[in-house]
């Protein structure tokens, strides 16, 4: 199921993989000779550049594919130049350019994995579609001619409401992303797939984590009411297929940041470093939706497992502290998933995207709390203080227990070895400053 056969490709597949437009495939999923229908027409590249959404350059179009990235033009007519050849799509060019690593590829999906200087198309023809009918853009709560790159609105994800009538977002089957007609908001959530559910297929290696970096991820995440993000430092066993995950780095950043992004990110690598620890995985927060990842996650997942396979596998984990819609559940839910290249049973444009396999793994306890440890709690805390989304902890979550209480009762299961309940909520009300 995980492995590609690669080879070079003959003549004939070279011929048949420079498509025309009209070979872009319906967004029902099925496959058609001669004119597209108008629904998949109804965008094209020619249309975004006399639209001057995109403009034309050199380089500008690009692809990544198997740990591979290939460039291409895009001319003033909406064509795409590469190699000498002109493509009329970017489903065509995709295409052509997956084949020469895996011949048995049977589509591109190319407004999904085509990037238009470092942004997918899908978004740029959102715009389009937005720009064009602003009856949609309102429906959808966005303003006509909003781009999508950092869209929180649900689109076309799904909704229940609970108990105190708020709406929630519910992850859908990733089998259901065919169904699905036209563009798909990547912040639809898609429930993991078990790796039972795949006869003969095993996981393919084993994963520990240490409690205290267990622990230091569940305190991060439940600091504030948006979305925090961190890394995951520890080891690989090549000869018992084992990743160790054994220290959490959390960014010291907020998201969107991108003037500190990269410093922060430097201090963990020298922090990882220093340890002579490696880059394992990284962790997010979903503080109010469901610890299953978005399409979003599905892809940064699949960019990493590309950039680090070369030295180790990599992982991802997502922690939902404990639901603000649950009376009694303290617990905070923590999903490791990662994700399998997808099954090419259908060329619909929302299949390709990776599969997200739900990762079993066992807990190692740590005998104490480390220095290392006791100042990643400390800085956290200092870091989040004036933050405008700071949950106080004195506050009360439920009735009678507090937002305190909450973060006590969800980390008990991870304590060390050696410290007691009293150690830890001692501990906690020290750094949150928080009186008995």
């Known amino acids: 199921m995980f492995s590609a056969s690669v080879g070079p490709m003959n003549k004939e597949q070279q011929e048949n993989s420079k498509m025309e437009e009209s070979d872009i495939p319906d967004y029902n999923g099925s496959s058609k000779r001669g004119p597209a229908s108008p ?4 965008v094209n590249l020619t249309k975004l550049v006399q639209e001057k959404i995109l403009e034309p350059g050199q380089g500008v179009l690009t692809i990544d594919y198997l740990g591979q990235k290939y460039m291409a ?4 007519n909406g ?3 590469y190699a000498g050849m002109q493509f ?10 997956k084949k020469q690593v895996n011949p048995s590829k049977k589509s591109g999906c190319g407004w999904n994995s085509v990037k238009y200087r470092g942004k997918k198309l899908d978004i740029f023809k959102s715009i389009y579609n937005k720009k064009k009918s602003p009856l949609q853009s309102i429906v959808q709560g966005q303003s006509p001619g909003q781009t999508t790159e950092d869209d929180n609105s649900q689109g076309s994800n799904i909704f229940n409401v609970d108990m105190l009538g708020n709406p929630q977002r519910l992850p859908i089957k990733y089998s259901k992303l065919k169904e699905f007609i036209g563009e798909i908001d990547p912040n639809v959530l898609v ?4 790796f039972d559910d795949y006869p003969g297929n095993m996981q393919p290696f084993v994963v520990t984590i240490s409690t205290n970096c267990l622990l230091l991820i569940n305190f991060h995440c439940h600091l504030t009411t948006g979305e925090v993000v961190g890394y995951m430092g520890g080891k690989w066993d090549p000869e018992k297929q ?3 995950i054994l220290q959490a780095f959390p960014c010291k950043c907020r998201l969107g940041d991108r003037e500190n992004a990269a410093v922060a990110e430097e201090q963990i690598r020298l922090g990882m470093q220093s340890r002579g620890l490696s880059k394992v995985g990284w962790y997010h927060s979903h503080p109010s939706c469901a610890a299953e990842p978005t399409l979003r996650d599905i892809d940064c997942q699949m960019q990493y497992q590309m950039k680090f396979s070369a030295n180790n596998p ?3 984990l997502i922690c939902t502290p404990s639901s603000d819609h649950s009376d009694h559940n303290t617990d905070s839910v923590l999903n490791a998933f990662w994700v399998a290249p997808p099954i090419e049973q259908t060329i619909s444009p929302n299949a390709c995207y990776g599969i997200p396999m739900r990762f079993s793994y066992s807990y190692i306890k740590d005998n104490s709390i480390t220095p290392d440890l006791h100042q990643e709690l400390t800085w956290l805390v200092d870091y989040y203080k004036l933050a405008p989304d700071l949950i106080s902890m004195s506050a009360f979550w439920k009735s009678n227990m507090t937002y305190l209480d909450r973060l006590k009762f969800s980390t008990l299961p ?4 050696d410290k007691n309940k009293g150690y830890i909520i001692e501990l906690i009300q020290k750094l949150i400053k928080t009186p008995q």
């Open 39 to 42: 629904r998949a027409r109804t």
């Open 73 to 76: 033009d895009l001319l003033d």
């Open 79 to 81: 064509k795409i130049l």
């Open 88 to 97: 009329a799509s970017p489903s065509s060019w995709a295409i052509y350019v």
């Open 191 to 194: 429930e993991c797939v078990n």
């Open 242 to 244: 084992c990743l160790s």
């Open 314 to 316: 990599v992982l991802a």
């Open 414 to 417: 991870l304590l060390p070895q």
